[in-house]
């Protein structure tokens, strides 16, 4: 493991909100004003320097793009800044629990409360479009709700902004589910991207359920050519059947037949609420979660193909045992990069141990589901479990082939664009095996589509 920082610039660092392929979020505080703040890093040794250019180009870009942007329904970015090994970004530490967490937790919002969350982040990409920033990724996982009740838009990284040089015609950006066809198929996108995936959102917090599911292929056919039930007849609510038109509005395949901008939306959406819509936009939102019913958090539960692979790294070191010791070990660990902790004890050589605990090919930021498993603290972090396969439940390591290789860094591309191939040559000098290869890899696929990318390269459930 690499000695954590203390400080990184002006800021001393308190500690680990979470951690990443490229880089680890901490929670920090500025000492000249004693203030809380969020400071996302990324390592330069980690980008190869073929891609350093464009990925660097693209962290900068989230800093300006945010940087530009003061409103109170946007994460506040408060300063760039670089050293010989780390670029990183501090802003705004947000104490609030992110609205992928309450979906997956099946939240049981009114439609009351959805119109006040629909209003907020639609009055923050008003001002962001206003201001000439498009944000291209807008998803639930990118939106926090504070406790008090206001929502916060974060992570601009693959913001257009105004004429950048960073919008590629023919790149695929984005997360899949939330695209807009126009993204999907590569074309120029402007504002009206972002309305489609905030209507995906909003499909979302009605039903429960994504409108667009699947593996990508499926994903993308269905966001260009299909559309989904509507609200009313999926939703455990009771809908006004204005609200299907709304959303079928907002999720048209044509830019032209959408609404042309988030004050449109925001407008039809408080028509079709009636009487529960939102206040106006002078008004404060007001937003009471602590009324919206939560399922209980059950016990945590590891994936058992995140034990399994632990348990073969193990087996390298103490034999057979390492199946008994793994499954004794993780009911205490909250997540991996404890589990390697405690299972490392069992290892006598200090050697063996420090290798042991220093390359995990899970990453450091997965961890059991359920109880325990996700903080409800500020949500900065960019990277989560990297399923392993279930294709070798021999536990024999698959040797690591050129072809194989070559395979996974095209449907890696999918998901990232050109710096998918320099990813998949490191992770395949890190590797020490094709199944190795495969979750490192997978970990820098967005959590929600990482089972996907695991299938398509023939890791999936069998």
């Given at each position: 493991?690499t000695t954590e920082l203390t400080h990184l610039g002006k800021y001393r660092i308190e500690s680990v ?19 809380a703040v969020a400071i996302k890093t990324v390592r330069k040794d980690v980008v190869d320097a073929e ?259 632990v348990e073969r790294q193990l087996a390298h070191f103490v034999g057979p045992l390492a199946k008994v ?138």
């Amino acid at each position: 493991m690499t000695t954590e920082l203390t400080h990184l610039g002006k800021y001393r660092i308190e500690s680990v909100l979470g951690r990443g392929a490229m880089g680890v979020v901490y929670k920090a505080i500025d000492p000249h004003i004693e203030r809380a703040v969020a400071i996302k890093t990324v390592r330069k040794d980690v980008v190869d320097a073929e891609a350093a250019e464009q990925f660097m180009a693209r962290f900068r870009n989230e800093a300006r793009a945010a940087g530009r942007l003061h409103h109170p329904n946007i994460v506040s970015i408060y300063e760039y800044g670089e050293d010989a090994d780390i670029a990183y970004i501090a802003m705004e530490y947000v104490d609030g629990t992110g609205l992928r967490d309450y979906l997956n937790r099946k939240a049981q919002f009114d439609l009351a409360q959805l119109v006040a969350i629909m209003s907020q982040l639609l009055q923050a990409l008003e001002f962001a479009h206003d201001r000439g920033v498009v944000h291209r990724d807008i998803k639930p996982a990118n939106l926090i709700l504070t406790h008090g009740g206001t929502l916060k838009v974060a992570d601009f990284g693959i913001a257009r902004i105004d004429a950048s040089s960073l919008t590629m015609t023919g790149l695929v950006m984005g997360t899949p589910s939330y695209m807009a066809p126009e993204q999907c198929q590569g074309k120029p996108s402007d504002h009206r991207a972002d309305i489609f995936s905030a209507g995906v959102v909003f499909y979302e917090l009605l039903t429960g359920r994504k409108p667009f599911v699947g593996a990508l292929e499926s994903v993308a056919y269905q966001i260009c050519h299909e559309n989904p039930p509507p609200p009313s007849e999926v939703s455990p609510l009771q809908l006004p059947v204005e609200v299907d038109a709304l959303v079928a509005t907002a999720l048209a395949k044509d830019p032209e037949l959408r609404f042309q901008n988030a004050r449109a939306f925001l407008f039809a959406l408080r028509l079709a609420a009636g009487e529960v819509a939102a206040p106006a936009a002078a008004e404060t939102t007001v937003l009471n979660l602590s009324a919206v019913p939560l399922e209980p958090p059950g016990p945590a539960v590891w994936d058992d193909t995140v034990l399994t692979t632990v348990e073969r790294q193990l087996a390298h070191f103490v034999g057979p045992l390492a199946k008994v010791m793994v499954r004794h070990a993780a009911p205490q660990a909250h997540d991996v990069h404890e589990l390697y902790t405690l299972l490392a004890a069992n290892i006598d050589d200090p050697e063996q141990r420090r290798r042991f605990i220093g390359a995990p090919a899970v990453s450091e930021a997965s961890g059991p589901h359920g109880a325990g498993a996700h903080s409800s603290g500020a949500r900065h972090t960019h990277a989560g479990t990297a399923h392993p396969a279930t294709a070798s439940r021999s536990h024999l390591p698959r040797p690591l082939e050129p072809a194989f290789v070559d395979q996974t860094a095209a449907r890696l591309a999918v998901y990232l664009g050109p710096i998918a191939k320099v990813l998949a040559r490191k992770a395949a000098q890190r590797a020490r095996n094709a199944d190795e290869f495969a979750l490192l890899c997978a970990e820098h696929v967005g959590t929600q589509d990482r089972t996907a990318f695991l299938r398509e390269i023939g890791y999936g459930e069998p």
